[in-house]
């Protein structure tokens, strides 16, 4: 049975991002495989993250940031800077090419196209069982296959669909992008609008919504398109680009095997935000933690446990979303307009401190906040 240093069970974000960051490491010349039943057939996805820098895994060739936004609804537009911070944009496309730039460089790193079907752990060693090419053992096996729990209807996820479209005519500010519309279509829904303007004339449009139901991409499709008709009238586009997708956004742990040596990455580890859906900048920064602590030798259990107050405030925002989706969008311009988009961007990404939450907590109106505290649960 062929034996590696690491294997990798997923070769999306997180996986390519942890090899990325083993080959920048003293661990370079370790054998890795990557298994991965969908590896050649990249999916359109657009990772988007907020810093002060863009990340060392961004390729430089493919960097596009902003450093305004708007918040609005039917009523009301919330238009901030982002100060320090940028929001930055990278498409998965670009990411796989860069990485793969690198693995190429490393003949030691090897692609099977197959998918894992069973992982068993021993003291030193772990054992994958393949679906169609056998059994192979590592020392490491870093998994970011997802399993949704069985109990899953009322499992809330964030479904959305977005174009990328060129207009004949300029509709939009470069120099802007928009977080939330939630002037929407009527929806029993959370649901808004996201636009990334790379010209006056070229954007990502994308409808959202937070549901327990299995919608159609027709559906979502339809909202995206009513969207578009009514913020720009009889517009004629051109589509360059489509990408939809789920996220589970919960605070349950997805991952149920577990022993020291069998690592979850990623969404499957519960590294995406549970609330907002944002993952990109977590897998960064927990690959950098596994590699160092790899490298050191100290490796005993990688596991990145969330702190409990931040589960809580997720928590909290999930019963609103689940019970009263529609006092989301106040929540939201609530939040942007009573603090500094530097505090809130920190707050989302759990980087606040205590004092920091009090204060970001003390400015927004709570009657929403203390009906969600009565209906407090585990989403
Ligand atoms: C369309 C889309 C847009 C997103 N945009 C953002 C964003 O802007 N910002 C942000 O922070 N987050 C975003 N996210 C959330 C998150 O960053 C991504 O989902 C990210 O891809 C998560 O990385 P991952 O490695 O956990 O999962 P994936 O990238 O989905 O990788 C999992 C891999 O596991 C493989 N796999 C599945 N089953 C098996 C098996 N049995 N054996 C072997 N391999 C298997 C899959 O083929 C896949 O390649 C987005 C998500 C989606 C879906």
Request: aromatic share 12%; charged share 25%; glycine share 6%.
């Amino acid at each position: 049975m062929r034996h590696y240093d690491y294997i990798l069970a997923g070769g999306g974000c997180a996986g390519l991002s942890l090899v990325y960051q083993l080959l920048e490491s003293s661990l370079k010349e370790a054998n890795i495989l990557i298994i991965d039943p969908s590896e050649g057939e990249i999916p359109n996805k657009t990772w988007c993250y907020w810093s002060t820098e863009s990340l060392p895994i961004h390729p430089e060739y493919a960097r596009f940031s902003w450093k305004s936004f708007y918040l609005k609804d039917t009523q009301k537009k919330l238009s901030k800077s982002l100060d320090q911070l940028a929001y930055y944009h990278l498409n998965s496309h670009d990411f796989y090419a860069h990485v793969l730039g690198k693995i190429k460089a490393h003949p030691q790193v090897h692609f099977l196209k197959d998918e894992v079907q069973k992982v068993t752990s021993e003291a030193d060693t772990v054992e994958l069982e393949t679906k169609s090419s056998g059994s192979y053992t590592c020392s490491w096996v870093f998994d970011s296959r997802v399993s949704i729990p069985v109990n899953s209807e009322n499992l809330l996820q964030q479904v959305f669909i977005g174009l990328r479209i060129k207009s004949d005519t300029p509709l939009f500010d470069p120099e802007r992008l928009g977080l939330m519309d939630f002037d929407t279509k009527a929806s029993k829904d959370f649901d808004f609008v996201y636009t990334l303007p790379f010209s006056t004339q070229e954007a990502l449009i994308e409808y959202t919504a937070y549901t327990t139901e299995a919608l159609e991409e027709e559906q979502l499709l339809e909202s995206l398109t009513a969207y578009i008709a009514k913020k720009y009238g009889s517009i004629s586009y051109e589509i360059q680009f489509r990408e939809s997708g789920k996220i589970p956004m919960t605070t349950r742990n997805l991952f149920s095997a577990r022993a020291s040596r069998h690592v979850p990455l990623g969404t499957a580890a519960g590294w995406t935000k549970p609330s907002t859906g944002y993952t990109f900048s977590l897998i960064q920064e927990n690959c950098a933690h596994i590699v160092k602590q790899l490298e050191q030798g100290q490796a005993k259990t990688l596991s990145f446990p969330r702190k409990k107050r931040f589960i809580f405030y997720d928590n909290i925002l999930l019963t609103i979303a689940h019970r009263w989706p529609k006092k989301l969008p106040g929540v939201f311009l609530n939040l942007f307009s009573s603090a500094s988009p530097d505090l809130v961007f920190r707050f989302l990404a759990e980087k606040t401190s205590f004092r920091e939450e009090l204060r970001l907590l003390s400015g927004l109106r709570f009657g929403i906040f203390i009906k969600g505290l009565l209906r407090y649960g585990t989403h």
